[in-house]
Nanobody, 123 residues
Framework: QVQLVESGGGLVQAGGSLRLSCAAS????????MGWFRQAPGKEREFVAA????????YYADSVKGRFTISRDNSKNTVYLQMNSLKPEDTAVYYC????????????????WGQGTQVTVSS
């Protein structure tokens, strides 16, 4: 079992930045691809970014490409999401998750989830 805890969310003005962290416990995540998703009120959970074992490959949703950066520190069992140039449409609860098989862009492919952290971007 893997437990994931997200942190770093908050309220920020448009154009600002936030850095989300996802700390894992229970077992190492160093051999897992990890992903970030987000869910806005009334909307489905959507893919944001993912990173492979040692960070050699990263994947981004078109809506965040060039603004968000996913990274990981396997020595700390932690994954990060640096979010720059934030927009009001980035407002959502952000979740990190462990990829367990399937299509990397779909939430059904992730077997372990954190509780989420709220990000609110004001205009």
């Amino acid at each position: 079992q893997v437990q994931l805890v997200e942190s770093g969310g908050g309220l920020v003005q448009a154009g600002g930045s936030l850095r989300l962290s996802c700390a894992a416990s229970g077992r190492t995540i160093s051999t897992y691809t990890m992903g970030w998703f987000r869910q806005a009120p009334g909307k489905e959970r959507e893919f944001v970014a993912a990173i492979t074992w040692f960070g050699e490959n990263t994947y981004y949703a078109d809506s965040v490409k060039g603004r968000f950066t996913i990274s990981r520190d396997n020595s700390k069992n932690t994954v990060y999401l640096q979010m720059n140039s934030l927009k009001p449409e980035d407002t959502a609860v952000y979740y990190c998750a462990v990829f367990t098989g399937g299509d990397i862009y779909y939430p059904q492919s992730y077997g372990y989830w954190g509780q989420g952290t709220q990000v609110t971007v004001s205009s």
